[in-house]
């Protein structure tokens, strides 16, 4: 649980992508680690939490003083304390401060960390060191493809750092070179985890070219609709004279360029490097020098302008791609005569071995530019991962054949939505409408009540659209342009069709299968704006400058502040409020108390601008984990912070702690008064997930039936003090509220589940008082008639029931009691979930005694 939250907390990420929890809790328990993971597989984040749980500094050794200080910069733009020692750093104190745990996270260059005297390994081991890590780890062997001297030296920590695991991350390793990592990292027993090396979200594509000013025309055209579309794009040139020529050829139409070679002065380079990164320029024009310190995740585009001179090389640069997970694209433009150059390459070859070794590699791109076969395959297998299909339906080769496939039912769907919806529209609404959209013009015309709407969630919007060009262009539709106008209808054609269809059955209709249409790959190559209606892609447009200034005045990246794909989930959700901003996957509590009003206020105006409604339907699928929100009105009788709690609560499943600790309150409010404005929305006609909250509040038959005969003997529920007061302690307010909150909906006492023997365990308990006695504890206990079978009642720990239980204590409680009384956990899971509580300030520790904020 604490895991998740901090995910969430920092990162803004509800889930852990695969590997990251179980190599998290492997460096939490001490162990050593070998972490080797595509490109862009999130190996960061497995060094980068620790430190936040345990609290305690992680060091991380770094190869380049560039990555490390883009890296210290996103972290710093999520709330982490994190800082880089190395020859680059002009801030003096830093090393002070990093040895006495001043940061979560502090980045060394492998010979600063081998130089750095003893006595401040010792201060800093006194805070405590939770992990060293060695990014790039790689480096260390001399097998690998970037063997880097000093990186050998890092045994030596070994014997100063001697409890603190050692944690190796790399994205490309043999096994010869892992066993290298292992054996010289001296790492003892290490976990190993070795992920696939499959990037889904990239598209691989290859064309043979003739090189000349036509090609390098076509190329700048190409680049510029990228440029349009937003994400940076990297042209990889084999030459610098090539590298020179296209920047030029860029610049002259008009794209904002930069670029990078190694005959370049230092500084220059690192210029064109920050430029890049800060999105000052679109296009990045490199040789290959332009490499491992890349660490941008919305590059969009990586294009290959020759053929590259090994595959391996070929993988490494075209990961740079799409770190972020977003549908993003590798070309590879080769001629013929980039084959001539295996001489020359060969001609940096040390001995016959090597050169046979560059030969084979350089003639494995050469078939990989031939191919016609699926290249995602080839790669895969050519790094000895078993890919088991022959299509992987995201590569050139898979994409475009000239098949037909049976698209019945996506015709259906789409020529009986135009029509349901009148046929005097473009292709855009009734689009909208078979995704789902709640769009003003939709809900004004209800068309979302149509049977069509949302049945066609499963495909983009440009999936859509290719459908309908389709369609037009067989005779099934026609488009009619009137002034400026066009209107899509269904031709004579279309109606024989749709009068042949049943909802669950529709004759065959074959189209040719186009890269659009082919529906094999989840994620389409040049997509761009995937699931966004073009509406919505003039908002991300307009976001995308919003992140630009906001990032311009914090003096960091655009990226830093918020990435691509949180971006285009806030846009397609458009949140109206904080609570709904931070439930999106992606935005982390730095993003929301730093620049949230701002965000809040953005979305809200543009979105005016562009007609488009707040808190509308999430249409992104990637990595989908937005939720379809509903927005009834606020109850006029309602005040709007209870409103705004209902919302958080049921719409936006948050939980009553984190509504109660919101951190656009600006006080934190207790547990029980959420749940009290939950109750007080329900009497205003607000929808509540009944089942949930008998649950967070522990509300079951049997104290309803106390309650009861409590109501009973005060003859009245005018007040409820005296009610409170006939009832034993476990029974809260809440509780009372909740049932006559229930009384007065008409709800029956058994609306409540009945307990079963396997729910026991989340029964509050009422015990006699002989169970529970606390230490010298002034507070009066009530005897109560409680049913047999109830003593044996096993209290389940959760945040709730703490607080609630910790109420009455003023003084405090010691671990031991907590535990008497929590029967129903397990010790370590009631000191897990009290560090937590004690983490989120809302309770504390002292003299051993918990006691609450
Ligand atoms: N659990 C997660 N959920 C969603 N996104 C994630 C998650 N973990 C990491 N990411 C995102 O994935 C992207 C790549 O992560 P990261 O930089 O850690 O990759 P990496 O494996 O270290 O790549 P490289 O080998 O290039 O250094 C980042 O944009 C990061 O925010």
Same mark, same amino acid.
């Given at each position: ?20 929890? =179980? ?10 680690? $070998? ?39 996103? $972290?710093?733009?999520? @709330? ?62 001399? %097998? ?5 001297? *000093? ?17 190796? +991350? ?120 332009? @490499? ?100 992987? @339906? ?8 000239? =098949? *037909? ?19 005097? &529209? ?89 890269? *659009? ?10 997509? /761009? ?61 730095? +993003?929301?108390?730093?620049? /949230? ?48 709690? %209902?919302?958080? %609560?049921?719409?936006?499943? +948050? ?28 009497? =205003?006609?607000? $929808? ?7 649950? *967070? ?41 909740? &049932? ?64 609630a239980w910790l109420q009455n204590f003023e003084d405090g409680v010691s671990l031991s009691d907590i535990l008497k009384h929590f029967t129903g956990s397990t010790e370590a899971e009631v000191v897990d ?21």
């Amino acid at each position: 649980m604490k895991m998740e939250s901090t995910l969430k907390e920092y990162f803004g990420f509800s889930t852990f992508r695969p590997y990251q929890k =179980e190599i998290i809790e492997k460096i939490l328990e001490g162990k050593d680690s $070998l972490v080797v993971m595509a490109t862009g597989s999130g190996k960061s984040l497995c060094y980068q939490v620790p430190p936040l749980i345990a609290n305690k500094t992680a060091i991380v050794i770094s190869p380049l003083i560039s990555l490390m200080q883009d890296q210290v910069m996103a $972290l710093k733009q999520r @709330g982490i304390k994190a800082e880089h020692l190395s020859t680059a750093q002009t801030n003096t104190s830093a090393q002070k401060n990093a040895e006495s745990g001043q940061y979560d996270i502090l980045y060394m260059t492998p010979e600063k960390a081998c130089f750095v005297p003893n006595s401040f390994w010792s201060s800093l081991l006194k805070t405590g060191i939770c992990l060293l890590a060695v990014d790039e780890a790689h480096c260390i062997s001399e %097998w690998g493809h970037d063997f880097r001297v *000093e990186y050998k030296q890092l045994y030596k920590l070994r014997d100063v750092l001697k409890n603190v695991p050692f944690v190796g +991350l790399t994205a490309t390793a043999t096994e010869k070179v892992r066993k290298d990592i292992i054996d010289s990292l001296k790492m003892k027993d290490p976990h190993i985890a070795v992920g696939s090396f499959d990037r889904k979200n990239l598209y691989y594509g290859v064309k043979s070219i003739n090189r000349g000013p036509s090609f390098v025309d076509e190329l700048v055209a190409q680049i510029s609709k990228y440029v349009a579309n937003g994400g940076s794009t990297i042209v990889y040139c084999t030459t610098v004279k090539d590298v020179q020529e296209i920047t030029k050829s860029l610049c002259g139409a008009g794209l904002k360029a930069g670029m990078y070679h190694g005959q370049m002065a230092n500084k220059a380079r690192e210029e064109s490097h920050r430029s890049f990164i800060r999105d000052e320029v679109d296009v990045m024009v490199a040789t290959i020098a332009f @490499g491992m310190g890349i660490d941008k995740p919305d590059i969009r585009h990586v294009i290959h302008y020759g053929c590259p001179k090994s595959l391996e090389s070929y993988y490494q640069e075209s990961g740079r791609c799409g770190r972020d997970g977003i549908a993003s694209d590798c070309w590879l433009y080769f001629s013929r005569g980039d084959f001539g150059k295996v001489e020359f390459y060969c001609g940096e070859a040390s001995s016959a071995i090597q050169k046979n070794a560059i030969r084979d590699s350089f003639m494995a791109a050469q078939r990989y530019c031939m191919q016609t076969t699926c290249r995602r395959k080839t790669l895969l297998e050519y790094f000895g991962e078993t890919y088991a299909s022959s299509k992987c @339906g995201n590569c050139d080769n898979c994409t475009n054949s000239k =098949e *037909e496939s049976d698209m019945s039912r996506e015709a259906f769907l789409l020529m009986g939505c135009i029509q349901a919806c009148g046929g005097y &529209w473009g292709l855009n609404l009734p689009i909208d409408v078979l995704r789902g959209s709640r769009a003003k013009k939709i809900t004004e015309n209800q068309f979302d009540n149509l049977p069509f709407h949302g049945l066609g969630k499963d495909f983009s919007v440009n999936w859509w659209k290719t459908l309908g060009f389709q369609l037009i262009s067989f005779g099934y539709l026609v488009e009619t342009v009137k002034d400026t106008y066009r209107t899509v209808s269904v031709s004579p054609e279309g109606a024989k069709f749709l009068r042949s269809c049943r909802p669950d059955h529709q004759p065959p209709l074959l189209l040719p299968i186009t890269s *659009e249409s082919g529906n094999s790959g989840d994620i389409k190559a040049d997509s /761009g704006h995937d699931g966004l209606s073009q509406a919505e892609v003039e908002l991300y447009k307009m976001l995308l400058e919003e992140r630009m200034k906001l990032a311009r005045s914090a003096g960091t990246a655009p990226y830093a502040v918020c990435g691509d794909l949180t971006l285009k989930k806030i846009v397609a959700t458009r949140p109206s409020t904080k609570a709904r901003l931070a439930n999106i996957d992606g935005v982390n509590q730095h +993003l929301v108390t730093t620049y /949230g009003d701002h965000i809040l206020q953005s979305i809200q105006q543009l979105s005016k601008q562009l007609d488009l409604s707040l808190d509308g339907v999430a249409a992104i699928e990637a990595n989908n984990n937005c939720k379809a929100y509903t927005t009834p009105r606020q109850p006029k009788d309602l005040p709007p912070a209870k409103y705004s709690a %209902w919302k958080m %609560w049921q719409e936006d499943g +948050l939980s009553p702690e984190k509504i109660a600790n919101f951190p656009g309150r600006s006080a934190p409010i207790k547990v029980n008064t959420v749940f009290g404005y939950v109750l007080d929305a329900a009497r =205003e006609g607000c $929808l509540v997930d009944w089942d949930r909250l008998f649950k *967070e509040i522990g509300l079951t038959r049997e104290i309803v039936a106390n309650i009861q005969t409590a109501i009973l003997k005060v003859g009245s529920k005018d007040k409820l003090k005296p009610i409170k007061d006939e009832l034993p302690e476990e029974v809260d307010y809440t509780h009372i509220k909740a &049932w006559l909150t229930m009384q007065d909906l008409g709800m029956s006492s058994e609306a409540i589940p009945e307990n079963k023997t396997q729910e026991l365990s989340e029964i509050p308990v009422f015990e006699k008082d002989e169970i529970v006695t606390i230490d010298d504890s002034p507070r009066k206990r009530q005897k109560v008639d409680v049913p047999e079978e109830n003593n044996h009642l096993l209290v389940e720990v959760n945040e709730a029931s703490i607080l609630a239980w910790l109420q009455n204590f003023e003084d405090g409680v010691s671990l031991s009691d907590i535990l008497k009384h929590f029967t129903g956990s397990t010790e370590a899971e009631v000191v897990d979930m009290l560090s937590c509580m004690e983490s989120d300030f809302l309770i504390y520790k002292k003299n051993n005694l918990y006691k609450l904020m």
